[in-house]
């Protein structure tokens, strides 16, 4: 069974960063592909990132390109989302995800992480 495991959200003033990290457990890390969605209140979680499983192929919601990165480390079955120049709109509960194949749509991944607020401050 997959487990995931986020960390790393919290307050931050507008145009600071963070790092978010989604530690994974059970399963084959490198071969599966990963990805970051974040939801905020009374909203449709979106599609924020995803890599594949080598970590070549990556893709960005438009609203975050330029400023956040994802990244993985297949040695520590660790995804992180490195965020920067955050903006009031980012402030969601960001959730990792594990699938067969990378996809922008949440039901295309089988396992997700409990999730982890970042706060913006204006």
């Known amino acids: 069974q997959v487990r995931l495991v986020e960390s790393g959200g919290g307050l931050v003033q507008a145009g600071g960063s963070l790092r978010l990290s989604c530690a994974a457990s059970g399963g084959t890390f490198s071969r599966a592909a990963m990805s970051w969605f974040r939801q905020a209140p009374d909203k449709e979680r979106d599609f924020v990132a995803d890599?594949?499983?080598?970590?070549?192929?990556?893709d960005y919601a438009d609203s975050v390109k330029g400023r956040f990165t994802i990244s993985r480390d297949n040695t520590k079955n660790t995804v992180y989302l490195q965020m920067s120049s955050l903006k009031a709109e980012d402030a969601a509960v960001y959730y990792c995800?594990?699938?067969?194949?990378?996809?922008?749509?949440?039901?295309?991944?089988?396992?997700w992480g409990q999730g982890t607020q970042v706060t913006v401050s204006s």
């Open positions: 995800a594990q699938g067969t194949f990378r996809s922008p749509y949440a039901h295309s991944y089988a396992y």
């Open positions: 890599i594949s499983g080598g970590g070549s192929i990556i």
